[in-house]
């Protein structure tokens, strides 16, 4: 006779014989343990166990009680082999669950690593732009307070001029009274030499003209006085000489050009 193979096949073999034996020898009553739970078996086996082994049992009775001893085992044997079965499903259930969740637990680290690596790798950039923008705003700042600085400079300039051209203005402008009040005696001036040419005869008020350059040259004027021609001068036009003014007359720088204003 062979040995089975596996410790599984021998424990079939010996149920399969031991069901074949007790199958008829169990009585009818039998039957029914074998859809007894473990704690029913175990309550039997209990109640079986319970029995003073010193007194004298017949022969039946002894072969009953070894009948219930064998199946109890057998029962409990299945039930154990039940639970392994199901211990080794959980098992290896969990041994599946594990694995995947090592899988998981590698995936997810693996990801962290690669955000890590991502974050790390946008912040260096996030920095490099951040100091080139700052580096490029100092050098606008720099570059906007050295334009200010010129700007305030040519300001200043400007302001300088323009005080400048205001005084200049206001010198041309009273520059500009003087010599229309001037222009203004030289006219009158004129005007009065023009009356005193046409009529000499004619006594003139004494009028004295308030912006004078100049006076009639002493060696003119003693001929006035005298009623004799200066040889140096010359008689005026229509050959007569002028008479002493009742007044002192004067000339002007401006009359020269003045004087042709008047004629036109």
């Not at 080794?88 to 594990?98: G, M």
């Not at 001036?189 to 004494?206: G, I, S, T, V, W």
Request: aromatic content about 4%; proline content about 6%; glycine content about 2%.
């Amino acid at each position: 006779m062979s040995r089975p193979s596996s410790p599984e096949a021998h424990w079939d073999q010996l149920e399969t014989w031991l069901n074949a034996m007790t199958g008829t020898l169990l009585p009818e009553t039998a039957v029914d343990l074998q859809h007894l739970s473990r704690e029913q078996l175990d309550h039997n086996l209990s109640a079986v166990m319970s029995h003073n082994p010193a007194q004298d049992y017949s022969h039946k009775e002894l072969a009953k009680i070894r009948e219930l001893l064998t199946y109890n085992l057998i029962a409990q044997t299945k039930t154990e082999e039940k639970k392994n079965s199901r211990l080794q499903q959980e098992s290896l259930s969990f041994q599946i669950q594990a694995e995947e969740a090592r899988r998981n637990l590698a995936q997810a680290h693996d990801q962290l690593d690669r955000i890590q690596a991502e974050t790390q790798s946008q912040r260096e950039q996030q920095e490099k732009d951040t100091q080139e923008e700052l580096r490029r705003a100092k050098a606008l700042l720099i570059r906007a307070e050295t334009e200010l600085k010129d700007r305030v400079a040519k300001a200043k300039a400007y302001e300088r001029h323009l005080q400048s051209a205001r005084e200049e203005i206001n010198a041309l402008c009273q520059e500009r009274t003087h010599l229309k009040e001037e222009l203004d005696t030289t006219r009158r001036e004129l005007k009065h030499a023009y009356r005193l040419q046409r009529d000499p005869e004619k006594e003139m008020p004494n009028v004295e003209f308030p912006l004078t350059s100049g006076l009639i040259p002493p060696k003119q004027e003693s001929s006035f006085q005298k009623g004799v021609r200066n040889p140096d001068s010359r008689p005026p036009q229509g050959g007569r000489l002028f008479k002493k003014p009742r007044f002192p007359v004067t000339v002007s720088p401006l009359r020269n050009w003045t004087k042709t204003l008047i004629n036109n």
